[in-house]
């Protein structure tokens, strides 16, 4: 949808002002997606430093072989770093997802190669979402790796619906037993607050798909992220205080 502010057209979608079951695919959202259920990997910029969106823009590239930090947020649940107000909404391949955790790990400009190779806290960043998944499916980690193999290209996991069950190591495991481990998963990294209030996530060439603004309306979003949404034909998504 676009709405006109200061003369001129823009995409936006205002989610404050959607119901909780508003079927978000009219907007190109994948299938049964609604504010209620609606998940983001955001990256958040200070006030005076939106240009910051571009650098976010720019490491789409994958030569690059950087890494970009993102919290995991919903609507209900949008705490990110030191509470920012303004960013971008990042889409990217799930075996790109380097690692999440629900604390801040307090990454800087890591090289992905270099991320992989370091031991320290970072092991720990790794296998938070994998040490969940084996203990709620009982997998050991050969068992997991199998697994991963086999539903690695899917990307929502409403695709899992579309057949009834995984063989692995000649076991059945149900895809609905999958699909909630999944997103029971998702939702602890989400709810759970550690010494910071935000989760954190390192996403590899991730993709910039929108602009985001924590704000209750649209006359608090700044012009500069109005010109990036013309710059990169970006839609604003209004998310809510």
Known sequence: PTIKHNNQQYKVIDFTK???NFDLSKYGFSPN???????????????????????????????????????????????????LRYGASLECE?????????????????????FCSSSDKSDLYR???????????GLSSKEY?????????IKHTSQL?????????GRKIST??????????NEELIKYKGYTSHNELNLFAPKVNALVAKVNSIDKIPKEMFDLSKKYDLPIY????
């Open 127 to 137: 296998s938070f979402v994998v040490d969940k998944l084996k203990q709620k499916l």
């Open 94 to 114: 799930n075996v790109n997802i380097l690692n999440a955790y629900f604390e801040d790990q307090c990454s800087f400009n890591f090289a992905f190669k270099d």
């Open 33 to 83: 997606t609604t504010p209620e259920n609606l998940r983001l990997f955001v990256h958040m910029v200070n006030d005076d430093s939106l240009c910051n969106i571009d650098m976010a823009h720019h490491l789409s590239n994958p030569l690059l072989e950087a890494t970009l930090c993102a919290s995991y947020i919903s609507l209900k649940n949008n705490d990110t770093f030191s509470n």
């Open 18 to 20: 959607l119901p909780k």
């Open 145 to 153: 790796s199998e697994l991963f193999s086999k539903i690695q290209n």
């Open 176 to 185: 609905k037993d999958i699909k909630n481990a999944i997103l029971e998963t």
């Open 238 to 241: 209004i998310l809510g205080e």
């Open 161 to 169: 619906d579309s057949f009834n069950y995984v063989v692995v190591n």
